[in-house]
């Protein structure tokens, strides 16, 4: 989506909501609080603007690909356009960031475990990530639900040929989110989960493990294509009833003291996917949400533009630099104000420029193509 003309105003909210939540997770780095109450708040936002990016993702890529898959034969041919378009998409800034990285760390005279690992996403493909490039994680997740899914799609395609291509495409989304909550519940058995810590770096961040929530989002898009009059009646229900899903998860859960330790099926095999069904409960409103008001709609949309340049600078490229060279121990509330303020500033500025004169220009080769 980067004409102007097909934007949908809903879905830039919720990605300039997403990437505003994962900077508030990473300001704690900044203030270092000792309020556990705040820190327990901003480390749910960080959690909750990657949710969001992942059912977005997986919504906006649904849709394309059954657009693709109902509308011709669908072959090998079909399937690679797709995955140009995301690579077009994703790639460039990603390996961008990510040599710059290496030079960064290489220079301060750090070393980096399973490097080769970076290059094909699977730094924490099947268990734990080092402590580099740490944001990059989801980035795995991602790439590899564009290849799963149009080749899971070419192949399985191939293999039953089916009458009714809306239906099949429908059967294999259920089967891949299955399949990957089935790998969940092999974690539950197998792994023993005893702290919050040990969960968010052991379970949350691998991709074996997530590729449902990705998948959460193209099943919310075939219902969307397949079931327009209730995806636009109960748009609003739907957005009540995601809230509810939250508060519950976020408050109540705490509230009856359902933690990791005590209830470790509920958080190895349920919480994750319910995560992604509240956000997915929230699609039928964003999806439709518009406005004509340029004062609210032109900032949200610039935010949402270099939303991914971003998410790849924020953490390791800038806010570890800066933090560099700031003692914490004789720095005082308002200078902290003013290094936040300059860490923004040259966040948006240095976004802006790898979005305008690296990003878009690529996606407008891959337009062009």
């Given at each position: 989506?980067?004409?102007?003309?097909?934007?949908?105003?809903?879905?830039?909210?919720?990605?300039?909501?997403?990437?505003?939540?994962?900077?508030?997770?990473?300001?704690?780095?900044?203030?270092?609080?000792?309020?556990?109450?705040?820190?327990?708040?901003?480390?749910?936002?960080?959690?909750?603007?990657?949710?969001?990016?992942?059912?977005?993702?997986?919504?906006?890529?649904?849709?394309?690909?059954?657009?693709?898959?109902?509308?011709?034969?669908?072959?090998?041919?079909?399937?690679?356009?797709?995955?140009?378009?995301?690579?077009?998409?994703?790639?460039?800034?990603?390996?961008?960031?990510?040599?710059?990285?290496?030079?960064?760390?290489?220079?301060?005279?750090?070393?980096?475990?399973?490097?080769?690992?970076?290059?094909?996403?699977?730094?924490?493909?099947?268990?734990?990530?080092?402590?580099?490039?740490?944001?990059?994680?989801?980035?795995?997740?991602?790439?590899?639900?564009?290849?799963?899914?149009?080749?899971?799609?070419?192949?399985?395609?191939?293999?039953?040929?089916?009458?009714?291509?809306?239906?099949?495409?429908?059967?294999?989304?259920?089967?891949?989110?299955?399949?990957?909550?089935?790998?969940?519940?092999?974690?539950?058995?197998?792994?023993?989960?005893?702290?919050?810590?040990?969960?968010?770096?052991?379970?949350?961040?691998?991709?074996i493990y997530r590729l449902d929530a990705i998948f959460i989002g193209?099943?919310?898009?075939?219902?969307?294509?397949?079931?327009?009059k209730s995806w636009a009646k109960f748009k609003y229900l739907s957005?009540?009833?995601?809230?509810?899903?939250?508060?519950?998860?976020?408050?109540?859960?705490?509230f009856l003291q359902i933690l990791p330790d005590t209830y470790p099926?509920?958080?190895?095999?349920?919480?994750?996917?319910?995560?992604?069904?509240?956000?997915?409960?929230?699609?039928?409103?964003?999806?439709?949400?518009?406005?004509?008001?340029?004062?609210?709609?032109?900032?949200?949309?610039?935010?949402?533009?270099?939303?991914?340049?971003?998410?790849?600078?924020?953490?390791?490229?800038?806010?570890?630099?800066?933090?560099?060279?700031?003692?914490?121990?004789?720095?005082?509330?308002?200078?902290?104000?003013?290094?936040?303020?300059?860490?923004?500033?040259?966040?948006?500025?240095?976004?802006?420029?790898?979005?305008?004169?690296?990003?878009?220009?690529?996606?407008?080769?891959?337009?062009?193509?």
């Open positions: 989506m980067t004409n102007n003309k097909t934007r949908v105003f809903g879905l830039d909210l919720m990605r300039a909501m997403a990437i505003a939540m994962v900077l508030c997770s990473h300001i704690l780095w900044i203030y270092n609080p000792k309020d556990s109450i705040i820190i327990q708040l901003f480390s749910l936002f960080g959690f909750l603007g990657v949710e969001f990016f992942f059912v977005l993702s997986g919504f906006l890529i649904g849709k394309m690909l059954y657009s693709i898959y109902i509308k011709d034969d669908y072959t090998i041919k079909s399937a690679f356009y797709f995955l140009r378009r995301r690579w077009f998409r994703t790639l460039p800034n990603y390996y961008l960031i990510l040599i710059i990285n290496i030079i960064i760390t290489t220079a301060l005279g750090y070393s980096i475990p399973k490097l080769g690992l970076y290059f094909i996403f699977l730094q924490n493909g099947f268990s734990r990530m080092s402590t580099f490039f740490p944001e990059s994680w989801s980035l795995s997740v991602e790439e590899w639900a564009y290849v799963i899914l149009p080749m899971s799609l070419l192949v399985l395609s191939f293999l039953f040929k089916p009458k009714i291509k809306s239906r099949f495409f429908l059967w294999l989304i259920v089967l891949l989110i299955m399949l990957f909550i089935v790998f969940k519940i092999g974690y539950q058995i197998n792994i023993k989960t005893t702290t919050l810590d040990e969960w968010n770096v052991s379970l949350k961040s691998v991709v193209v099943l919310c898009s075939w219902i969307s294509v397949n079931y327009k957005a009540i009833f995601g809230a509810l899903i939250m508060m519950f998860m976020y408050f109540g859960m705490g099926f509920v958080w190895n095999v349920i919480y994750l996917p319910l995560a992604s069904i509240s956000i997915a409960f929230y699609m039928p409103f964003f999806s439709q949400l518009e406005t004509t008001i340029g004062i609210i709609k032109k900032p949200i949309e610039f935010i949402s533009k270099i939303s991914y340049a971003i998410y790849l600078f924020h953490y390791s490229m800038i806010l570890q630099l800066i933090m560099l060279f700031v003692d914490r121990e004789n720095t005082t509330l308002i200078q902290f104000h003013m290094i936040t303020a300059f860490y923004f500033t040259v966040l948006i500025l240095i976004s802006y420029v790898c979005y305008r004169f690296y990003e878009k220009p690529i996606m407008d080769l891959r337009d062009k193509k």
